[in-house]
């Protein structure tokens, strides 16, 4: 229920603050030869010329009928705007985490494990580069290995699974690894902190004391314990995500809502940009509150 | 960088079965023969009437089509009307309605829907409320016939109703035709070569187009707007990419066929490679352009405009904007170089930057340090330099400047505002435009000089508007050619718009493509694509 009142809140502070940004959407419908009679014209009919309180009422009404409203510049509804491009969003997202959890987990693991190696410290030096290089950079250097030089993926687009599941996933593998790579390094470096702290611990010697396997002490006593700050860290970097999308999406042209939301803060086209971050708002309070169930299941002390 | 390892022995064994699963696992049909083009940028608003967006008007010769077109020549032709007659007073133009035209709903075309089209095009278009300034009846004859009377003889009947460049006079049906011309159209029925598909259209993504069988094209050759608009291909895709250097991988991955603008500094990745071609399409090109405010100190002072005239020199600025000699030109004419009322009054002072006699000036103005604020925008690469350029040559020459970088969409809000400089106004802004937009004193808006009903800067010269007003009403074409001159010397003897230069944007495509035509706007029909 805390959900309403704080998504109440980022509507009223994302209304107020678009409005008090310089621009005007009747400019990008009217294109640069418009007069300003005529971009006046415009802006009547767009409901533009109506003091603000009374534009937010009738934008929070339809909010509450559970209507978005209509694009300023399309004229197309914003939730079928969302619809059509949430699917390259949720597909770019789900296999970077996916990938990034599948490396990231065993490989800080691994390090842990053997700290001090020539593995462990490669694996501290790739943590520092995949954090510390652009997404852009990596992305270009990934085209012109993959696509320009060898032909194996396409540079750029995107094609729902309804059209194959090659098409689909070929267009998913660069920017999975370009964005993913950082977050690989984000999360091996937490997971090696943290199973680093638990190995110590004298339940640690206790489990190999009673003659359990090696993978069984890192797998069900050092990580199950040193899971609560990676599980922590997974959700930040989801929440984060939402922000990397945007250059990723740019540099393979990828439709997604990242772009989206670029192109209507530059076009100011107000009903989209507050559908958006009211999906975006929601999309991190569902995650936070996610990670807090799992944090129960993970450390049964935990109680709220 | 060499990755010829990857391309050798078991690596590429495997890359070779990938490659053949792949394909059997998207293998299809015979496709549709398609081209997929990288437009300008993205199309989000439909109606070409209600936006004056470079895009929104080749989207609208896409699907509409005009009654009238402009050749190569300059010349204007038959397109929709099999023919026209004017009476012999001058004053009454009857259009006849080829036969066979049909909107894509299968409706027959009929006057009556030309006369609505024509109707709200001249409500916003400047060449069209020059029209209906002069018009004192338009009707409809029957079906295929439609009259246009004006009070006194005139060239504006035509030459507005073939238009190129922003607002093109498009045909719509009726019904279309009948909504408010502040108010966006709910469909997009044309009767043009192309038929538009509204389930495939995501605004700022993807447009879809496909060939419109039904459509008959005239029998002369196409050239630029006229002749015949024949379709060879099944399907136009436009993708908008965000990002140029993607678009031009994509180009060479084969993913894309077109580029309608390239990015100068990314040419030599596209003129290196065989299969593609560079090539500038719209030989006129744009000219750059900046605006003095005249409502504001120091630019509402004649002798101090006169200053920053002297100060700013072409060949800085295009250079700063092309950084290629190839793609532009030094060129003082408002209506553009090349064309028919072309003139190089002010070449002497405009072209060369002559910051000692700007600060000659400045003294004879006794210019007190007022700040002159520059409005920059920052993401627009064909807009961006020229401010720079700008400021620094008006600080050389004496000027106290402040310039403020925002975006274009922040720029086109700033540009309107009346309001002092200091207070949220600006004194200079700089911006270009197609010369096909602006070829005589009428379509050049920004030489109107009506005041605050003029375009941004507001300049108020009765005697340039009585000038533009006696072109409209003038039909002797060395009459008209006096009258365009006299306009250039007035214009830029006040710093009613100050030109700096004429620049080309080279379009790049896949050599699989041939027969695209060279024009003010990117046309495809006519365009092959061999399998």
């Known amino acids: 229920m805390a959900t309403i009142p704080v998504m109440g809140v980022v509507a009223i502070v994302v209304f107020a603050i678009l409005r008090l940004t310089p621009g005007d959407p009747a400019a990008i419908i009217a294109g640069d030869a418009a007069t300003t009679e005529q971009l006046h014209q415009i802006r009547i009919q767009m409901g533009l010329d109506k003091p603000l309180y009374v534009q937010f009422i009738l934008w929070a009404g339809q909010i509450v009928r559970g209507d978005l409203g209509i694009s300023l510049i399309s004229g197309v509804p914003v939730a079928q705007m969302i619809a059509d491009r949430i699917g390259p969003t949720l597909a770019l997202s789900t296999t970077i985490i996916v990938f990034s959890i599948l490396v990231a987990v065993p490989l800080g693991v691994i390090a842990a494990w053997r700290q001090g190696t020539l593995l462990d410290r490669s694996t501290s030096a790739f943590s520092v580069l995949g954090f510390s290089m652009p997404v852009f950079v990596f992305g270009y250097l990934l085209i012109l290995l993959f696509s320009i030089e060898l032909r194996w993926l396409p540079v750029q687009g995107y094609r729902p699974p309804s059209e194959g599941f090659w098409p689909f996933l070929s267009r998913l593998i660069l920017p999975t690894l370009a964005l993913g790579t950082a977050y690989i390094a984000l999360i091996t470096r937490i997971t090696r902190t943290s199973v680093l702290e638990v190995m110590g611990e004298d339940y640690i010697r206790t489990a190999r004391a009673k003659g359990l396997k090696e993978n069984a002490v890192l797998i069900h006593h050092a990580l199950r314990n040193a899971s609560v700050p990676i599980v922590t860290i997974i959700g930040v970097g989801i929440t984060h995500l939402i922000g990397g999308v945007v250059v990723t999406e740019s540099v393979f042209n990828l439709p997604g809502l990242g772009r989206l939301v670029v192109e209507a803060v530059l076009a100011r086209d107000y009903p989209v940009i507050q559908g958006l971050i009211l999906l975006f708002s929601f999309a991190y309070i569902l995650i936070n509150l996610l990670v807090d169930v799992l944090y129960t299941v993970l450390d049964p002390r935990i109680r709220y | ?531």
């Open chain 2, 1 to 531: 960088m060499s990755f010829d390892w990857l391309k050798r022995g078991p690596v590429r064994a495997v890359c070779a079965a990938l490659t053949l699963s792949t394909s059997m696992l998207v293998a299809a049909p015979a496709e549709a023969q398609t081209i997929t083009a990288v437009m300008s940028s993205g199309l989000r608003v439909l109606d070409p009437v209600v936006s004056s967006a470079a895009i929104t008007n080749v989207h609208g010769y896409m699907i509409y089509d005009t009654l009238l077109g402009t050749d190569a020549q300059f010349k204007v032709q038959p397109q929709m009307a099999e023919r026209w007659e004017i009476s012999p007073d001058g004053k009454t133009y009857t259009f006849t309605l080829r036969d066979g035209l049909k909107w894509h709903d299968g409706a027959p075309v009929k006057a009556e829907d030309c006369v609505a089209s024509i109707k709200r095009w001249g409500e916003v278009d400047i060449m069209g409320q020059v029209l209906f300034g002069l018009v004192t009846d338009i009707k409809v004859v029957d079906d295929q016939t439609f009259q246009i009377v004006v009070r006194t003889p005139t060239d504006v009947v035509l030459s507005s109703l073939a238009k190129i460049g922003t607002r093109t006079a498009f045909m719509m049906p009726k019904r279309a035709a009948e909504t408010p011309s502040s108010q966006p159209i709910k469909e997009s029925i044309g009767s043009g070569p192309f038929k538009f598909i509204t389930a495939e259209f995501r605004p700022g993504v993807r447009v879809v187009y496909e060939k419109n069988k039904d459509y008959v094209p005239r029998k002369d050759p196409a050239s630029w707007t006229a002749g015949g608009k024949v379709v060879h291909v099944d399907r136009v895709e436009w993708v908008t990419m965000p990002d140029e250097l993607t678009a031009t991988n994509a180009l060479l991955n084969g993913e894309i066929d077109y580029i309608e603008n390239m990015p100068y500094d990314l040419l030599p990745m596209v003129e290196a490679k065989d299969g593609f071609k560079v090539e500038v399409l719209d030989k006129l090109g744009l000219w750059t352009y900046y605006r003095f405010n005249f409502l504001h100190p120091p630019f509402n002072d004649r002798l101090i405009r006169r200053a920053a005239m002297h100060a700013v020199g072409q060949e800085d600025i295009l250079k700063a904007l092309t950084g290629n000699p190839k793609y532009h030109r030094t060129c003082t004419a408002i209506f553009g170089c090349d064309t028919v009322y072309a003139s190089n009054y002010g070449a002497d002072f405009l072209i060369p930057a002559n910051p000692e006699r700007a600060r000659e000036l400045l003294k004879e103005a006794k210019y007190d340090g007022t700040p002159v604020v520059i409005l920059h925008p920052t993401d627009n690469r064909t807009v961006s330099p020229q401010p720079v350029v700008i400021a620094n040559a008006l600080r050389k020459a004496g000027f106290t400047v402040n310039l403020q970088s925002m975006d274009w969409q922040t720029l086109t809000t700033r540009r309107a505002s009346k309001r002092p400089p200091a207070e949220g106004g600006w004194n200079i802004h700089a911006t270009n435009g197609p010369i096909v937009g602006i070829t005589d004193p009428l379509r050049n808006q920004s030489v109107a000089t009506n005041g605050e009903r003029a375009w941004f800067g507001w300049p108020d010269f009765p005697g340039i508007q009585a000038l533009r007003d006696k072109f409209a009403v003038t039909a002797d074409p060395a009459e008209l050619k006096a009258i365009a001159a006299e306009v250039q010397k007035q214009v830029i003897d006040e710093g009613v718009v100050v030109p700096n230069g004429q620049f080309m944007i080279p379009t790049a495509y896949n050599t699989k493509l041939s027969g695209i035509l060279e024009s003010p706007a990117a046309l495809f029909w006519n365009v092959k694509k061999a399998r």
